[in-house]
């Protein structure tokens, strides 16, 4: 199977076949992942560019070794020491990146719709690294890959977001793809921290954590993110964690073959305990090790790669 797009923009619009194609690759790349030598040329004279203006371990560690891995050129700048620290627009970045004939760009930008914007006036493939509060599509692409090793169907899976949705690109972009995918997804936070409309997506929207814990499959945390809170938005962060921290005590009632994910940085103590996130449910250090392979997919569909092809080369 081929992927008919030329851009990763979100999750938004991505169609349940997509999903599924870019999945089964990342199913082939994972096992190239696990071989002795684990590199493929299969991207072998293209050239990925990442452009990350806001801070970034994993999703910027992993799509540069998603492109060694493809054996494709790969080069990261990030704002300090680049040029738009003198002032210069990021339509005139790329295209200045443009003009050293590159074939993707890899954006994560703090403005919502900014690789949207960049895809519209170049030429290369753009990847969205996360924009803004929008999206963050290669999140939850890893997040359903996850979820499928260890669930056999997305079908009527109960899965809760929990806490910081208001600023979540991440849980934006996994609304929409769990959705596709038929999940019945739950959002649980603080009415402060719950963008108005967000129902609109077609989750479900439930204020009380205590109510939902022991019917869920799967309760993804979100990081309570302080950065892109300009007022307040909780009393203080020991009120939060009484009504909405994933405590061990909480992690216990969870049902049986239920378990707990986090796109991370974690803020331990906060949204999550330390021992939920380092135990037996979590399931978030194999999210980070999945980041590869479904990177390593999404760059080879999007060269044009076809998915019963990827080990052969
Ligand atoms: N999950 C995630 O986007 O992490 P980073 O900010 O470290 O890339």
């Not at 103590?269 to 996130?277: C, F, L, S, Y």
Request: a neutral charge; glycine letters at 6%.
């Amino acid at each position: 199977m081929k992927l008919a797009r030329k851009h990763l923009l979100g999750m938004e619009g991505v169609s349940r076949t997509e999903i599924e194609t870019l999945l089964n690759s990342a199913e082939t790349f994972k096992e190239i992942l696990d071989r002795k030598i684990p590199k493929v040329p299969s991207l072998r004279g293209l050239t990925a560019v990442n452009l990350f203006f806001e801070p970034s371990t994993r999703t910027r560690l992993s799509f540069e070794l998603a492109e060694k891995r493809l054996s494709a050129d790969s080069v990261s700048i990030s704002p300090s020491g680049s040029s738009s620290e003198k002032g210069e627009s990021l339509i005139d970045t790329i295209h200045n990146v443009e003009a050293m004939k590159v074939d993707f760009l890899i954006v994560r930008h703090s403005a919502a719709g900014a690789p949207h914007f960049l895809a519209s006036r170049c030429d290369v493939a753009v990847i969205n690294a996360g924009d803004g509060c929008h999206e963050h599509p290669t999140q939850a692409l890893l997040d359903l890959f996850t979820i499928r090793q260890h669930l056999p169907t997305f079908e009527g899976l109960k899965v809760a977001i929990l806490g910081d949705i208001a600023h979540s690109r991440v849980a934006r972009s996994n609304i929409w793809a769990l959705r596709t995918m038929g999940a019945d997804v739950t959002l649980c936070a603080p009415r402060t921290l719950l963008p108005p409309g967000i129902e609109d997506l077609g989750a479900k929207i439930h204020p009380r954590l205590d109510d939902l814990i022991d019917e869920m499959d799967i309760i993804m945390v979100l990081r309570i993110q302080k950065e892109r809170q300009g007022e307040s938005f909780l009393p203080s962060s020991r009120e939060y964690a009484r009504h909405f921290s994933l405590t061990r005590s909480r992690a216990d009632r969870m049902k049986a073959n239920s378990f707990i994910m986090h796109p991370g940085p974690i803020n331990r103590g906060i949204e999550m305990a330390p021992e939920v996130a380092d135990g037996p449910r979590s399931v978030i250090l194999d999210q980070v090790t999945n980041g590869v392979a479904v990177r390593m997919a999404v760059l080879y569909l999007l060269a044009g790669g076809e998915t019963d092809h990827a080990l052969a080369n």
